[in-house]
């Protein structure tokens, strides 16, 4: 049963650029969560996608932006790097329904991203 | 707000012995889920214990307890017999479902070494 996998996993992009990361959940899973941890801190919640739309969202600029497919995979968006964008970008998948919004949460090894 | 707070950046135990991880929270609600979670070199974040709010009766799971106390907000981590695999970061976490937002709140982490 595969867990939750992430790609790529690390990259290194320029200020002012766009980053795309891309996350397939837990086989059975249907609401993948984004988190961004920053070096030395814990993570921080971006947003939640659930049928294909943005449940909720943390304290995040426009600037980061996610879509989810049909078949629940899902990607992270971040436009006009900053050099304060660089951190490990965790997705976490679990299920809808019952405790499994609350229990059952798989995450991913992360995207390392290094904004130069 | 809710916040999540670890006054312990580091700790070390020597092997076989048994080491407390404290946590502290804020809240306004009462019904809500604490957890521990792990996250070694592979980065992936990895469930310890989970608590809910409602009972009183403190978690455990095999060399991990907790020391919930529910009126000083505090949650802390006790492993006993702590092994070489046990080092690792350690994020104190909280989610409060009944404020419609399934998403954690993590702690800054405890960075926790065991030595041989």
């Known amino acids: 049963d595969a867990g939750v996998t992430q790609s790529p996993t690390h990259l290194i992009k320029t200020r002012g650029q766009q980053v795309t990361l891309r996350c397939s959940p837990k086989?059975?899973?249907?609401?993948v969560s984004w988190y961004q941890q920053a070096l030395g801190q814990g993570p921080q919640f971006i947003f939640q996608?659930?049928?294909?739309?943005?449940?909720q969202r943390g304290n995040f600029p426009d600037r980061f932006s996610g879509h989810q497919f049909p078949n629940y995979s899902s990607e992270l968006n971040v436009n006009a790097l900053l050099l304060g964008d660089s951190a490990l970008y965790l997705c976490a998948s679990s299920l809808a329904t019952g405790t499994g919004r609350i229990y059952g949460y798989t995450f991913g090894s992360g995207t390392r991203l290094t904004v130069v | 707000a809710q916040t999540v707070t670890q006054s312990q950046p580091e700790m070390s135990v020597q092997e076989a012995e048994t080491v407390t991880l404290s946590c502290t929270y804020d809240t306004s609600e009462n019904n809500y889920y604490l957890f521990w979670y792990k996250q070694p070199p592979s980065r992936q974040m990895i469930l310890v214990i989970r608590q809910e709010a409602y009972k009183q009766q403190n978690a455990t799971e095999n060399r991990f307890s907790v020391n919930f106390q529910k009126a000083a907000k505090s949650f802390s981590l006790k492993i006993s017999d702590s092994q070489l695999g046990d080092t690792a970061m350690y994020f104190c976490?909280?989610?409060?479902?009944?404020?419609?937002?399934?998403?954690?709140?993590f702690g800054t982490g405890t960075r926790l070494k065991v030595l041989a």
């Open positions: 976490a909280f989610m409060a479902p009944p404020s419609g937002t399934y998403k954690y709140i």
């Open positions: 086989s059975g899973h249907d609401t």
């Open positions: 996608y659930y049928e294909e739309e943005e449940r």
